[in-house]
Nanobody, 113 residues
Framework: QVQLVESGGGLVQAGESLRLSCAAS????????MGWYRQAPGKQRELVAI???????DYADSVKGRFTISRDNSNNRIYLQMNALKPEDTAVYYC???????WGQGTQVTVSS
């Protein structure tokens, strides 16, 4: 198991940016795939972006071109840079480590119109 702690959420206006950070309790070098998911009120949790330990990335269609996932293995962190935020991006954002199916506690992102 790995403990994951997200930070960086907040309240912003449409068009603004936020950067989420996820800190892991141990080295993430060996974790093949890590990602960001989100869950809006009344909706199922959905994939936002994933990154492998080789740096390959994939994104949900709804965030392509606006969000960028990155990974810092030396500091055991992953990040999600979110630009041009929209009200529909409002959700709790969760960090996930695939190998142990570990989840963070989530960080709230609210985008006002």
């Amino acid at each position: 198991q790995v403990q994951l702690v997200e930070s960086g959420g907040g309240l912003v206006q449409a068009g603004e940016s936020l950067r989420l950070s996820c800190a892991a309790s141990r080295t993430i070098f060996s974790i093949f795939r890590m990602g960001w998911y989100r869950q809006a009120p009344g909706k199922q949790r959905e994939l936002v972006a994933i990154i492998t330990n080789r740096g390959s990335t994939d994104y949900a269609d709804s965030v392509k071109g606006r969000f960028t996932i990155s990974r810092d293995n030396s500091n055991n962190r992953i990040y999600l840079q979110m630009n041009a935020l929209k009200p529909e991006d409002t959700a709790v954002y969760y960090c996930h480590a695939e190998d142990s199916n570990s989840w963070g506690q989530g960080t709230q992102v609210t985008v006002s119109s």
